[in-house]
């Protein structure tokens, strides 16, 4: 179910269309994410609101994000909601085709700095850099900022939609609340994927997160993707690398229990603990250090 943007992007299209948002339940807002919504499930019967061609400004549905944010009215709600509404996150995003492909285009929220887009970029390619697994990234020009971030989504294959799950999800869990720690996610991922690699993949990512100072790794943030001719789970691409803090300027997902100030030696930790050697641990965990650098030049 949407959150944080969809979800303000539902309810503003529902006071719109003369409906209260709190008297609609969850089945009902289920309804209006259609076939638009995170991995394969869909949603029928769909509530559906007649909306307008595809607007290509991407400027000018920035800008209509930003009315939104600050609780305007905008002249292209319908268009917001048919390009995004059914979308989770914070940040304010559009689902969109490019060259047949299925793309997320984000723009800044309130509470960003306008180069943001332009930030995730950088950060993309440094996490691809440090061996993690990420889509195909891009920059978006722009007239008014350096850049919108946009990320080719995983959760599509040659059209066929990609069962998705988060380990929000899979432990019924809140994202809103730092409940998780980095050696229960890996034992998580051994027990689903059963894959060695998978766990090398998120033990990169740890690294990334720490280095990176990307602090808003939250249960939503970790994903599992369906390969469907070997019937098995492996980790997702990874998403929503950027600088950020989470509570209290802690990780969200503590890293062996120490979410302020994690030490190489909590890295480490963490390693010893789901299997992996320690020099093999090290190397990877200096290289990324080494190589995170470049972020905040």
């Known amino acids: 179910m949407s959150d944080g943007w969809g979800r303000l992007l539902v309810d503003r299209l ?4 003369n409906i209260n948002p709190s008297e609609i339940d969850n089945l009902n807002r289920l309804a209006v994410v259609q076939q638009s919504g ?11 609101f007649e909306t307008p061609n595809q607007e290509s400004d991407y400027d000018k549905l920035a800008q209509e994000c930003s009315k939104i944010l600050e609780s305007q009215n905008s002249d292209n709600l319908d268009e917001l909601f048919k390009l995004g509404g059914s979308s989770g996150g914070a940040r304010p995003k559009i689902l969109t085709k490019i060259n047949g492909e299925d793309w997320i285009i984000k723009f800044p929220s309130s ?7 332009e930030q995730e ?26 850049g919108y971030f946009g990320i080719k989504r995983f959760d599509r294959e040659n059209g066929k939609k990609v069962h998705m799950v988060s380990v929000s999800g899979l432990l019924e869990t809140s994202h809103r609340l730092p409940n998780l720690d980095y050696n229960i996610l890996m034992k998580l991922t051994l027990e689903l994927t059963k ?6 993949q998120l033990y990169r990512l740890m690294c990334f997160n720490v280095f990176a100072h ?13 390969d469907e001719n070997r019937k098995e789970w492996h980790l997702s691409p990874a998403y929503d690398l950027t600088y950020s803090s989470s509570f209290n300027g ?10 302020k100030n994690p030490s190489l ?22 290289d990324i250090k080494d190589k995170c650098l470049s972020l905040f030049d």
């Open 38 to 48: 995170m991995g394969a499930l869909t949603y029928q019967p769909e509530h559906k």
């Open 195 to 200: 894959n060695y690699q998978d766990i090398e």
């Open 250 to 259: 802690e990780h969200a997902t503590t890293i062996n229990c120490e979410g």
């Open 14 to 17: 529902l006071l719109k269309n």
């Open 121 to 146: 970029y950088k950060y993309s390619l440094v996490a691809k850099d440090c061996g993690i697994k990420m889509s195909k990234t891009k920059l978006f020009d722009s007239k008014i900022c350096s």
């Open 265 to 286: 030696e909590d890295i480490l930790a963490v390693a010893k603990n789901i299997g992996i050697k320690e020099k093999q641990a090290r190397d990877i965990a200096l």
């Open 214 to 226: 990307n602090r808003d790794d939250h249960s939503k943030n970790f994903s599992f993707l369906y």
């Open 111 to 117: 509470q960003d700095p306008k180069n943001i887009g």
